[in-house]
């Protein structure tokens, strides 16, 4: 038996699959090494666990049904874990046909091969965009979600009701879990605390949205394997589950916290709010305590601390400087 995890190659796949090789499990990855960022961080990621026996790596597309269907062929597959999407709300505007494509198409692929292979358990990695500019705070799995402002946002919305779909029909158990602003190693150069860390570091101006009132429930890596993990581990039938910190902060707070633990100074460019972005995002945890016994263990301070002690460390490791992009 074997759990599948789709995009583990990724910042918050690679950090999975650790996990679940630490606790002995067979563990088959699927990663396509897109160019969204640059490969190489990629397959530094996974670097590590390539090297153990029990982890077989497929360089494939979630969207290529024979190179998938192989997979399940080759594999008894007991459970999912998908995680591989285009991410990210301002490059699904520019380009809204590939994330239809990866994310809607991928999605349908990977649930209409768990139903062939008769897959045990399903945990597809949503997103707190679903919510948009949702008015009541903090965000419940109950509020109302017929409002995505980016196309990133209502494809994940739309995988979502795949998963239920495919629920309803075929008795697959589902975990559909939300993540919340995902920081920490490993963490995406394209997103907010290492783009402006490395650019802070650089002396480089970092590009501010608005009137940096935005708020964030920004969460520590750790915590949301924590909450993945839990589900992995766990008998459900349908469920949405918020994972996140539950504690927002504002745009400003977070960059007066990247600057003090590199003991530089910020220089700030301001820039008028982009289209598709939400003005704040509050998770409600209580059912992921309830389901999961989810509870997050690091506050924003000490994850930026551990975020910047990782970067620090790499940068020294690597001998040179990465310049965002």
Request: aromatic share 12%.
């Amino acid at each position: 038996m074997a759990i599948l995890v789709t995009g583990g190659a990724g910042f918050i796949g690679s950090h999975l699959v650790e996990r679940l090789l630490s606790q002995g499990e067979q563990i088959v990855v699927i990663d396509n090494f897109n160019d969204f960022y640059q490969p190489a961080y990629k397959r530094e990621n996974i670097s590590a666990s390539i090297r153990n026996p029990r982890l077989t790596l497929y360089e494939t597309d979630i969207c290529n049904t024979a190179s998938c269907k192989e997979v399940f062929e080759k594999h008894c597959i007991e459970k999912v874990v998908h995680l591989a999407a285009y991410a990210g709300v301002r490059p699904s505007i520019e380009r809204p046909l590939l994330y239809e494509e990866v994310n809607c198409k991928g999605t349908m692929n990977l649930l209409e091969l768990s139903r062939i292979y008769k897959v045990k358990q399903f945990i597809f990695g949503s997103s707190s965009s679903v919510y948009g500019n949702n008015k009541k705070i903090p965000f419940s799995e109950d509020d109302p979600v017929n409002e995505p402002i980016s196309p990133y946002a209502a494809t994940k919305r739309a995988g979502e009701l795949y998963c239920y779909n495919y629920h309803h029909l075929y008795k697959i158990p589902v975990a559909c879990l939300r993540f919340f602003t995902v920081y920490g190693p490993r963490q995406r150069p394209d997103l907010a605390i290492r783009k402006f860390t490395e650019l802070i570091d650089c002396d480089q101006q970092i590009p501010m949205y608005g009137d940096g009132t935005t708020q964030r429930d920004y969460t520590f890596v750790s915590d949301i394997i924590d909450g993945v993990f839990s589900a992995v581990n766990r008998q459900f039938n349908f469920e949405i589950i918020n994972l996140g910190n539950s504690t927002p902060i504002q745009l400003t707070r977070l960059i007066e916290l990247i600057e003090q633990e590199l003991g530089k100074k910020a220089k700030i460019k301001r820039l008028p709010e982009q289209p598709g972005d939400v003005h704040r995002t509050y998770a409600d945890i209580r059912k992921g305590g309830h389901f999961l016994h989810y509870k997050p263990k690091v506050p924003i301070e000490q994850g930026i601390h551990l975020f910047i002690a990782w970067y620090k460390e790499r940068q020294q490791r690597k001998g040179q400087i990465f310049h965002a992009t």
